[in-house]
């Protein structure tokens, strides 16, 4: 799933690593994309990993500050192992494999968490908010997901987007990929307030 590790070296402040080097490509995420299947094998190998010891403490909180309310930060919660930062450019295409790049934020959460930030990559790449769910569905995480958990991280993910989009206006990929979560919430029945 990942990079083979080759050498690791630490000077105090700095940690650095290096990896095999992969032949292959971004993965594809249109409609129609042979890669789809291939990525959801990739996210349900996520899955299955359990995480170390040394991440028992990693409780995932990024989108903590984009919660309507503090209590909601418990439906985002869980043992699962998660990458992310799951996108196109993460997760890499071989002619015999795929694999997972760039683990530079890995956190414990909530299972559907990976899963949910390839629905919204898949709506920003032209799929509908039903289709992106549907390939959603298939994760297994996803199947086990508390509904109200999922609503709670599209609201959230949205604010997060916008405040991305917001904050660098001229990153048009940052406005589609927003746009996306807009439309993935409101798909869900998601009313989504400004953070107070």
């Known amino acids: 799933m990942s990079a083979r590790l080759l050498w690791d070296a630490e000077d105090g402040e700095w940690i650095a690593l290096g990896f095999d080097v992969l032949h292959g490509r971004p993965a594809d995420f249109a409609p129609g994309s042979a890669d789809l299947p291939v990525v959801r094998e990739l996210v349900d190998e996520i899955g299955t990993v359990r995480p170390p010891q040394a991440a028992r403490d ?5 989108w903590d500050r984009f919660l309507s ?3 909601e930060a418990e439906l985002l919660r869980g043992d699962a192992l998660l990458h992310a930062d799951l996108h196109q450019e993460n997760l890499i295409v071989g002619a015999d494999r795929a694999w997972v790049v760039d683990w530079g934020w890995p956190t414990r959460g909530a299972g559907f968490i990976d899963p949910a930030q390839i629905v919204v990559q898949l709506v920003a790449a032209g799929h509908s908010p039903a289709a992106a769910e549907s390939w959603g569905a298939g994760c ?3 199947r086990d997901a508390n509904p109200e958990g999922i609503d709670v991280f599209a609201a959230a993910t949205m604010r997060m987007w916008q405040e991305m989009a917001d904050r660098r206006p001229d990153r048009q990929g ?8 807009e439309t993935w919430a409101r798909h869900r029945g998601v009313t989504v307030e400004p953070i107070r």
């Open 174 to 181: 940052r406005r589609a990929v927003a746009e996306a979560a």
């Open 58 to 62: 990693w409780t995932e909180t990024r």
């Open 140 to 142: 297994a995480a996803w």
């Open 69 to 71: 309310a503090p209590s």
